[in-house]
């Protein structure tokens, strides 16, 4: 087992990608490779950077990239306002990848705080 696997928030990050997947396979076709491609590839981040960046050697790097994880947070949320004003997302499911990236959001924040006080 890797140490990031242990991380209660790379494991919620894993279901807010499956969550993002779940809303997104009701998109329009022809948002394949926009707002779809973009959702999906944001969310994935996130657990790709905690896991990159649990392997730096410093506790700056690691925080930089939880950083970069943030931002993709950010970044589903910023998509998932305009997928629901575009009509793509239910105000449930709008309601719930809200609900999911201000978790994660705080999450991320609270380990990136608890790695820059250990370093």
């Known amino acids: ?3 990031f ?11 807010f990608a499956d969550l ?10 022809d948002e394949r490779f926009g ?7 944001a969310a994935v ?6 896991a990159e960046g649990s392997a730096r050697f410093s506790k700056a790097d690691f925080a930089r990239f939880l950083e970069i994880a943030t931002g993709s947070v950010f ?3 910023s998509q998932s306002f305009i997928s629901h004003r575009q009509g793509f997302l239910t105000e449930a499911d709008f309601a719930a990848l809200y609900a999911a990236a201000e978790e994660q959001g705080r999450m991320l924040s609270g380990l990136r705080k ?3 006080d250990a370093a």
């Open 45 to 50: 981040s996130v657990s790709s950077n905690i």
């Open 1 to 3: 087992m890797f140490g």
């Open 75 to 77: 970044e589903v949320v």
């Open 35 to 41: 707002l779809t491609s973009q959702m999906r590839r």
């Open 114 to 116: 608890s790695v820059l």
């Open 20 to 29: 993002v997947y779940r809303v997104t396979r009701a998109f329009p076709e």
């Open 5 to 15: 696997e242990r991380l209660d928030v790379w494991k919620k990050s894993i279901d």
